[in-house]
């Protein structure tokens, strides 16, 4: 699958403000390090599109992007995990994103990312396992697969595999956007899931 253009729609903070449209939408999640917006910048082929912060949690609307004249979209979701915020703030997070994933009949497929470097969290394993409740096609990216030597990937891809347990129709991936590792295999399974609708719950 190719990118040629892109652009931001909108950001939204509940599912009354949501773009209308019939289109399919890939929707990304994962915890607030772990690089999501430099991920999609990566893919859109543009360098500021989502907005990426030193400071971990500042994704806290879901923000839609039309790609290719609109032909399909992605959504990026709130980051959770790791950013230092309020517990009733995580748990609002949390209803956007059990709003969103439960709900939205666009949605195709979801690209879960989780840092290769360290072992899955336990909200990253709560996370796979919620999307596998409602029956969401999704693929896992290993991101950040340039801060540890190429030698070492299948050691920790293995490690993520076993503990989220991926069930057998899941791809799991590596990418780096420092280098573009995995781009054209991610783009890929995404037009794949473009192709492919959703289980119903």
């Known amino acids: 699958m190719k990118v040629f253009e892109a652009a931001f729609v909108k950001s939204c903070l509940n599912h009354t403000q949501y773009p209308k449209h019939k289109k399919p939408e890939i929707a990304f999640v994962g915890r607030s ?119 070492q990937w299948n050691k920790h891809l293995k490690v993520i595999e076993e503990m989220m347990k991926i069930q057998s129709g899941d791809k799991l991936i590596t990418f780096s956007a420092l280098n573009k590792e995995g781009r054209e295999e991610l783009l890929r399974l995404i037009g794949d899931l473009l192709t492919t609708k959703r289980n119903s719950v």
């Open 33 to 151: 390090n772990v690089g999501k917006s430099s991920l999609i910048n990566c893919l859109l082929n543009k360098r500021n599109l989502a907005k990426t912060s030193s400071r971990p949690g500042k994704t806290q609307m879901l923000n839609f992007y039309k790609v290719n004249n609109g032909a399909f979209f992605f959504v990026d979701l709130p980051g959770y995990g790791f950013a230092k915020v309020s517990k009733k703030k995580k748990e609002q997070w949390g209803i956007k994103l059990e709003e969103y994933l439960k709900n939205r009949k666009n949605l195709t497929g979801v690209v879960q990312l989780v840092d290769i470097r360290h072992p899955p969290t336990e909200d990253d394993i709560l996370m796979y396992d919620w999307l596998k409740y409602y029956r969401i096609n999704t693929i896992v990216c290993a991101t950040k697969a340039d801060k540890i030597s190429r030698g």
